[in-house]
């Protein structure tokens, strides 16, 4: 994946690789005084932007196109245009400065716990970790050679051509060898072709250099046309609802994703909108539930829409969790030394939130 460097902005963006999570395993011993220390999360999101860059090229012989071909449209002038194909959001966990705890266990059945190389928690008291939602990613893809770039484009020019002196003369004898590649076709398709082929193999072999040959002395004509796609991960950290922020700019120049400060380029769009943000559990009369002591802290988060759009046309629409929306809340550290019964736990490391509670195998 290509990578683009985006400014500081009031909303924090920056550039960030989608990465493989690693993990590892802390126990709560006598050497640590039975704390285990973690940190919990922010949620970013990882908006993978997928652009189609297309190159158009003269061919040699444009300006005898009508006159020779009876082609109105031959390619006159080379260019390049660009567009967004696609935008994936990838919501992530990183870590939260702010929200770093330490939480003491009892030494009677201390428990382990997983983290991530961010210092993320994953797990208590098992090795399995919560893997999300599997996303597919774009991959680049480079552009198909032009006809004029095939050994056939070579076969193609006759040794007269070679040697004419004159571009229209190159041209004229272009054409002539174009409609006797045509008739030979034809001559082969319905079986009037003095060469006799073997099998069908060798046929479709025959027909397929005659129809290469053919495409590029038009392409000479009509010109070449490349398409090649890149892709570009661009991190963009919400803190509160936003219309309409410039995340990434897309330009033809640099054939793809720029940043929002390159005003070669235009915009992409970002819009996000909160719509339910994380409460402190109540008891049965409405009363907040207290922090309990000591407890494990992790994330019940809150709840966003978040928009892509670029040139008029909305890319993406997608509800994510998002941990800086919601508020800390903690379970009693026992829960996961009881000698009789412990417990264990699995969190989402996108946003510290719990996904399983349950007990210890």
Do not use: W
Request: proline letters at 7%.
């Amino acid at each position: 994946m290509k990578r683009i460097a985006l400014p500081l902005l009031a909303l924090a963006c920056a550039v960030s690789p989608i990465v493989a999570q690693t993990t590892q395993k802390f126990s709560a011993t006598k050497a640590n005084d039975y704390v285990l220390t973690y940190t919990l999360p922010n949620t970013v999101l990882d908006l993978v932007i997928e652009t189609e860059l297309t190159e158009r090229a003269p061919g040699e012989f444009y300006k005898y196109a009508k006159k020779y071909l009876k082609a109105s449209d031959p390619i006159a002038a080379p260019s390049r245009s660009v567009t967004v194909k696609s935008v994936t959001i990838v919501p992530r966990g990183v870590a939260n400065p702010e929200e770093r705890y330490g939480v003491k266990f009892s030494a009677g059945n201390p428990p382990f716990m997983i983290l991530n190389d961010q210092g993320l928690p994953l797990a208590i008291n098992t090795e399995t970790v919560y893997e999300g939602t599997s996303v597919t990613l774009p991959v680049p893809q480079a552009a198909s050679p032009t006809p004029l770039e095939t050994a056939a484009a070579r076969q193609a020019q006759s040794q007269d051509m070679l040697n004419a002196t004159s571009t229209a003369k190159r041209a004229e004898l272009a054409a002539e060898q174009i409609f006797a590649l045509r008739e030979s076709r034809n001559e082969i398709i319905s079986g009037q072709s003095e060469k006799a082929f073997p099998d069908g193999k060798s046929l479709q072999l025959a027909l397929d250099n005659l129809n290469a040959q053919e495409a590029a002395l038009t392409a000479m004509f009509m010109g070449t046309e490349k398409v090649s796609t890149a892709v570009t991960t661009v991190t963009y950290e919400p803190f509160d609802d936003v219309d309409d922020q410039i995340v990434a700019r897309v330009s033809a120049n640099a054939g793809g994703a720029v940043d929002p400060d390159d005003l070669t380029g235009d915009p992409i769009y970002l819009s996000l909108q909160i719509i339910e943000e994380g409460h402190m559990p109540v008891d049965d009369k409405g009363n907040t539930v207290a922090f309990p002591k000591n407890g494990f802290a992790y994330t019940i988060p809150g709840k966003a829409i978040v928009t892509i759009s670029y040139d008029g046309r909305q890319l993406a629409r997608q509800q994510v969790e998002l941990a800086q929306a919601g508020v800390t809340y903690g379970l009693a550290p026992n829960l996961f030394t009881d000698k009789k019964a412990p417990m264990y736990l699995i969190l989402d490391p996108t946003t510290g939130a719990t996904r399983e509670l349950g007990p210890a195998k």
